[in-house]
């Protein structure tokens, strides 16, 4: 069956205060639909506490087939056995990420709402693009706003893929999906669905179909 265009980017809830719950709950969230790939985002959380849910989550999210990023730290992407990272403004740039993880590594770039950074970016051999936010979230405070217009011309311009991010849901994804975000990143949309991760996942792989 081919890959749809665009695909769904699960980000972790900023704490896992239940890490074997929280595994068995993103187990049946990748079971329940496409999902591309899984970033471990736990926000000044020791690192003994990030290489132990790199060590419970990896496993779940690679048996599937779910690529697995650890956010901002490319030194804790090569320790736990991450398939790449994703890089912040101030977390370091691709090429000493490529150097550090290898060639095969997947390596993303904040870009907040700017096009010269993602040029930027992709010159640097990032292997896409995050643009963002585009909605107001509460997994951290919205300084840069992007708008839909930004993901129509990178598609067009590049070839390199684009993530959007930022309080997104089924509800308010569809113009991000037709703009041509190939990656719709989500944390609440799916770890806070009412019916649970699964029917998270479901609803939001629901709405890229029929967007």
């Not at 977390?91 to 590594?105: I, M, S, T, W």
């Not at 896409?128 to 708008?147: C, L, S």
């Not at 089924?170 to 770890?191: I, K, S």
């Amino acid at each position: 069956m081919p890959e749809p265009d665009c695909r769904l980017y699960l980000i972790t809830p900023p704490a896992l205060p239940d890490l074997p719950g929280f595994a068995e709950d993103l187990a049946r969230a990748l079971d329940a639909g496409d999902v591309a790939a899984l970033q471990l985002r736990l926000k000044g959380a020791p690192d003994d506490v990030v290489l132990r849910a790199a060590a419970a989550l990896i496993p779940v999210a690679q048996a599937r087939g779910v690529v697995v990023l650890m956010n901002d730290r490319m030194d804790l992407a090569k320790k736990a056995g991450c398939d790449g990272v994703h890089l912040g403004q101030g977390d370091g740039d691709p090429v000493a990420a490529r150097k550090l993880l290898g060639a095969e590594a997947m390596i993303g770039v904040t870009c907040h709402a700017s096009r010269h950074l993602a040029m930027e970016a992709g010159e640097a051999g990032a292997d896409y693009v995050a643009f963002g936010a585009f909605f107001p979230t509460g997994t951290k405070e919205t300084v840069h706003q992007a708008e839909p217009e930004i993901l129509e011309w990178w598609s067009e311009m590049f070839e390199i893929p684009c993530v959007a991010i930022g309080g997104i849901t089924a509800a308010n994804c569809p113009p991000l999906v037709q703009a041509g975000a190939d990656f719709l990143a989500v944390v609440g949309a799916v770890w806070n669905h009412p019916e649970g991760p699964a029917a998270g996942v479901r609803a939001m792989n629901a709405a890229i179909a029929s967007a």
